[in-house]
């Protein structure tokens, strides 16, 4: 048997008890009504977005491989990509399809500006994340998938998650994107996503 939402908000308000400060929460969830709860210091979100050096992994993303859309403890194939991204120079990893399109990164989901226009994969074998969906509702953002040939012409890649926010790749495997700085859109929602938290 699974935890209800009662047994959620019990280990949440425990976890909150005594804290000072910014903190990072986890609930997970297990059979037998079971509640794992940490909760770690957390740096405040910075208002300006990171910059990142990406390389792409062609084909580590499976549109088909439903279990990539649900939140798991399974992370091996990212802490993979990862690893991977960093032997070689990189920050992050962009993981997709083996036809160059589009997919997530290896801790978070991917935005591309193209033309104009704000695109994000749609959720097939991609978690929607907590940061994404609020970039949906709150942001002009719309779920399209990206092509390949999309990508390469994008002035704009954005990596996001609910812990870091909103951040600029700037470089694809070497290669700048855009003028190779944080662009218009990942500044402005950085800035509007880190408001949320502020104290």
């Not at 491989?65 to 798991?72: N, P, W, Y």
């Not at 960093?86 to 997530?104: N, P, Q």
């Amino acid at each position: 048997e699974p935890p209800g939402r009662g047994d959620l908000e019990q280990a949440l308000a425990a976890l909150q008890t005594g804290a000072v400060g910014p903190s990072r929460i986890r609930l997970t969830a297990a059979a037998g009504r079971t509640v794992i709860g940490e909760r770690v210091p957390a740096a405040e979100l910075p208002v300006s977005p990171a910059s990142l050096r990406a390389t792409l992994m062609l084909g580590e993303w499976a549109p088909g491989r439903t279990t990539g859309e649900h939140k798991t403890l399974s992370y091996l194939p990212y802490r993979d990509c990862a690893r991977r991204a960093v032997e070689g120079g990189a920050d992050t990893a962009i993981l997709t399809d083996s036809h160059g399109r589009l997919g997530e990164s290896d801790r978070g989901n991917l935005i591309a500006v193209i033309d104009g226009r704000a695109l994000t994969p749609p959720v097939r074998g991609i978690l929607p994340g907590i940061a994404r969906s609020w970039a949906l509702e709150a942001r002009d953002l719309a779920e399209e998938p990206v092509t390949a040939a999309e990508r390469e012409r994008a002035t704009e890649v954005v990596m996001c998650n609910a812990v870091e926010g909103f951040a600029a790749v700037t470089t694809i495997d070497g290669v700048a994107v855009g003028d190779g700085a944080p662009g218009p859109w990942v500044r402005a929602t950085q800035e509007r996503f880190s408001a949320l938290f502020a104290p």
